[in-house]
């Protein structure tokens, strides 16, 4: 299913016949960015030096990104973060750029698919 909108938050879409033509595939992209993940939130500094160098960001601008505006807690979409993604949606369908007719939990709900084991490391 192709998205309607994007979300605001880090995770990986696919569509479902890819899941199940590459199921393999898709546990070991899930389970290099889960490492990645988990090795962000062990390594800040790394982290930061590699955004830096690679968006030419000053250092305030990385810090501000990485600490208020990305969100690596958690490895799975929850309650909360389903709720932020509803509101984008929401108030990008009140901007005009999600079209009006768009049901927008509807398709919320059909692109995160709560089912997708997450791999374990």
């Known amino acids: 299913m192709a998205a309607e ?4 938050c880090q995770f990986e879409d696919g ?3 890819f899941l199940k033509d590459y199921p393999d595939a898709v546990r070991r992209v899930l389970a290099t ?3 990645a993940r988990k090795y962000s939130l062990a390594n800040y500094d790394d982290l930061k030096k590699t ?6 960001l000053p250092d305030t601008v990385v810090d501000k990104q990485l ?5 690596l807690t958690h490895s799975r979409i929850g309650a909360p973060q389903r709720q932020s993604i509803l509101a984008a949606g929401l108030a990008l369908q009140q901007a ?3 079209d009006a007719k768009v049901d927008v939990k ?3 709900d059909a692109l995160i698919d709560d089912q997708v084991p997450l791999p374990t490391n």
């Open 67 to 71: 600490k208020e505006r990305t969100e």
């Open 96 to 98: 005009g750029v999600v």
């Open 106 to 108: 509807a398709t919320l």
């Open 5 to 8: 909108f994007a979300a605001p």
């Open 51 to 56: 955004f830096v160098a690679v968006t030419k």
């Open 33 to 35: 960015y889960e490492e």
């Open 15 to 17: 569509r479902e016949q």
